[in-house]
């Protein structure tokens, strides 16, 4: 299994972001998938969920202001990142949404300061 996230940078508070994930080596279309984030001196956490049929959860923190989506024919898991905050800055993984995750791959970072 190979995990790519990419499209982090640095983006003044308010402002907005796509990261995305490129997923090889499963069989895309039967996994729930998720992103996760990693804040310096934090444990990683669950920031959104998509399952097979679409249906989306948030995390509280980004509810009403991230967007997961789903591309299962180009095999890419997205987030759209709105209203960014401070908080937001962490590392940004896509793995598995729930049950036994993955190997963690590469994840990209996300800075929000002005």
């Known amino acids: 299994v190979q995990l790519q996230a990419y499209g982090g940078g640095l983006v003044q508070p308010g402002g907005s972001l796509r990261v995305s994930c490129k997923v090889s080596?499963?069989?895309?279309?039967?996994?729930?998938l998720g992103w996760y984030r990693q804040s310096p001196g934090k444990e990683r956490e669950l920031v959104a969920t998509?399952?097979?049929?679409?249906?989306?959860d948030y995390a509280d923190s980004v509810k009403g202001r991230f967007t997961i989506s789903r591309d299962n024919v180009r095999r890419y898991l997205y987030l759209q990142m709105n209203s960014l905050e401070v908080e937001d800055t962490a590392v940004y993984y896509c793995?598995?949404?729930?049950?036994?995750?993955?190997?963690w791959g590469r994840g990209t970072l996300v800075t929000v300061s002005s």
């Open positions: 998509i399952t097979t049929d679409h249906t989306t």
């Open positions: 793995n598995r949404g729930s049950g036994e995750l993955f190997r």
């Open positions: 080596g499963i069989n895309f279309r039967i996994y729930a």
